[in-house]
């Protein structure tokens, strides 16, 4: 039984940075795709970035590429995600998301996922 718990948001101004950690919990395979998804109030969650557990693949929604940088640390079950050059847009709930199939074309979408953590707030003024 897969748990996944976000940590490291917060508010910050414009131009800043945050890294954002999930930590996951039980049985994590090589063959898992990871994701970081977001939602702001009254909008739609949208895939932000994914990445291969097994290899080297990293996916991006066009609005963070340049700026966001999705990672993970094997030793310790943790998926990252460095946000640079904030923005006001950027403002969301970050949600963490696991499925135990590779990741997919169709990675941005909630129902490629089967995991998910409760969220952490990023605030960007």
């Known amino acids: 039984h897969v748990q996944l718990v976000e940590s490291g948001g917060g508010s910050v101004q414009a131009g800043g940075s945050l890294r954002l950690s999930c930590a996951a919990s039980?049985?994590?395979?090589?063959?898992?795709?990871m994701g970081w998804f977001r939602q702001a109030p009254g909008k739609e969650r949208e895939g932000v970035a994914a990445i291969s557990l097994g290899g080297v693949s990293t996916f991006y929604a066009d609005s963070v590429k340049g700026r966001f940088t999705i990672s993970q640390d094997k030793s310790k079950n943790t998926v990252y995600l460095q946000m640079n050059d904030l923005k006001a847009d950027d403002t969301a709930t970050y949600y963490c998301?696991?499925?135990?199939?590779?990741?997919?074309?169709?990675?941005?979408?909630?129902?490629?996922?089967?995991?998910w953590g409760r969220g952490t707030q990023v605030t960007v003024s």
């Open positions: 998301a696991a499925d135990s199939m590779v990741c997919r074309s169709q990675w941005a979408q909630k129902s490629s996922f089967a995991v």
């Open positions: 039980g049985y994590i395979s090589s063959t898992y795709c």
